[in-house]
């Protein structure tokens, strides 16, 4: 049935290093990412694409980042794609519509990149009636695909686009302080239903979600967020966060995530968790094992990795 899961990523270092360590010829085959480039040098996001494409798999790349050292100007981006990727397949331009982009602005943006199959990725825009209407008479983008993040988008937006391919993208994961997070929770079934909406993919903000930071201060809690498929709730996505119990100063961070980590153990070694044994799950057995703190931009590696194999595996499950 070919790629079906489209996960966001923001392409800051560990997310980048998520996908490339993901970019195997097995999990390819289910999920696509879509990057928007949030740091200045691109030397990461390339090893990245290149992993996807030597993997023979497909990757959407925003050309107009909103967040980031390239909002306002993404000349080096548009660069980048033209001159490495020219004449690759596997790679789509990511026209990203927020509430300032006019129609003129879409319609310019995916004439320019028309070489690289365009994906409107509608996130707040306001026109989309004026933009269908325009994308019929451009007969090189008909058959733009588009991919809708769900608050921006409800059905009657997306209906504009009803004879194009079309992802709907649901942002799961509800941010908290990690001190408040509770054990488990529901992340999504829409892996379930996207079909029954008539959407040809679905996708997510991993165990990110959709806001976006650069980075907060020290963290008083640690925790450790791993998705599952609850196979005795009608194979629902769920959410279990572990979080350290020495939440009182925001000292120790790897004593932190020793307790986070351990909560984890334990819950694997119950044999209820439902967690599938992913090779971020064997990673982090091996973490437990040595009692080693790999840093927390390592552990949301982990985290993501984990994400993208729980939903291949569940895809290839039911196909």
């Known amino acids: 049935m070919g790629q079906r899961y489209y996960p966001y990523f923001r392409g800051k270092q560990f997310e980048l290093i998520a996908i490339r ?153 509800r941010r908290q302080r990690n001190a408040d997070y509770p054990p488990v929770e529901k992340f ?35 925790a450790i967020h791993l998705t599952f498929i609850k196979h005795d709730a009608e194979d629902v996505m769920y959410i279990h966060h572990f979080v350290s119990d020495s939440n009182d100063t925001p000292t120790d961070p790897a004593g932190k995530f020793a307790e986070a980590l351990q909560k984890l153990t334990e819950t694997l070694d119950s044999g209820t968790s439902m967690l599938y044994e992913t090779s971020a799950i064997e990673e982090f057995r091996k973490l437990h094992r040595k009692g080693h703190f790999p840093g927390l931009g390592y552990v949301k590696k982990l985290s993501m990795k984990h994400h993208i194999e729980t939903v291949a595996r569940h895809l290839e499950s039911v196909s």
């Open 21 to 173: 360590e993901c970019a195997t010829p097995s999990l390819v085959k289910s999920f696509v990412p879509i990057i928007e480039p949030v740091r200045e040098t691109l030397r990461g996001l390339e090893k990245s694409l290149e992993a996807v494409r030597d993997a023979h798999g497909k990757a959407i790349l925003i050309v107009n980042p909103f967040y980031g050292d390239h909002s306002g100007d993404s000349d080096s981006i548009s660069n980048m794609i033209g001159t490495n990727y020219d004449d690759c397949e596997f790679i789509s331009a990511g026209i990203l519509l927020r509430n300032d982009t006019t129609t003129e602005d879409a319609l310019r943006l995916a004439e320019a990149h028309r070489d690289h199959r365009p994906t409107l990725v509608h996130a707040g825009f306001t026109e989309p009636r004026k933009l269908a209407e325009a994308l019929q008479e451009h007969t090189d983008l008909t058959k733009a695909q588009h991919v809708f993040i769900e608050e921006h988008a409800q059905l009657l937006y997306r209906k504009h686009f009803k004879d194009a391919t079309r992802i709907l993208l649901r942002d799961g994961f």
């Open 188 to 222: 999504s079934e829409l892996h379930l239903t996207y079909d029954d909406m008539v959407m040809d993919g679905f996708g997510d903000f991993l165990i990110v979600g959709d806001d976006y930071s650069e980075g907060g201060g020290p963290a008083y809690a640690v």
